[in-house]
């Protein structure tokens, strides 16, 4: 059975930065692909970042340079580091596991965590 814990979600001023962290239980953690997932008010939830069972990443376009994912098998952890931080990047950030990165960028997952709520004020 999957499990997902987010947290460090938060307050911050544009420009600032958060660091998010996804606790996950899963025998299958270190041969699966992660991401990282938003979803503001109104809004579809979107893929932000993934990363490969390698370490391989990906963004999408409007995070890129400012986000990075990176993930620690040993501790079966994956972190979403935020930098330069934008109003428009208010969310609830979710973490997800999938078998490969084609699962993760569906986004067809049956559990989800609480997600981690991140707000950017101007």
């Known amino acids: 059975q999957v499990q997902l814990v987010e947290s460090g979600g938060g307050l911050v001023q544009a420009g600032g930065s958060l660091r998010l962290f996804c606790a996950v239980v899963?025998?299958?953690?270190?041969?699966?692909?992660m991401g990282w997932y938003r979803q503001a008010p109104g809004h579809q939830r979107e893929l932000v970042a993934d990363?490969?069972?390698?370490?391989?990443?990906n963004y999408r376009d409007s995070v890129k340079g400012r986000f990075t994912i990176s993930r620690d098998n040993a501790k079966r952890m994956v972190y979403l580091q935020m930098n330069s931080l934008k109003p428009e990047d208010t969310a609830v950030y979710y973490c997800n596991i999938g078998r490969t990165l084609a699962t993760i960028r569906t986004g067809d997952l049956e559990v989800w965590g609480q997600g981690t709520l991140v707000t950017v004020s101007s």
């Open positions: 990363i490969s069972s390698g370490g391989f990443t």
């Open positions: 899963s025998s299958r953690f270190d041969i699966s692909a």
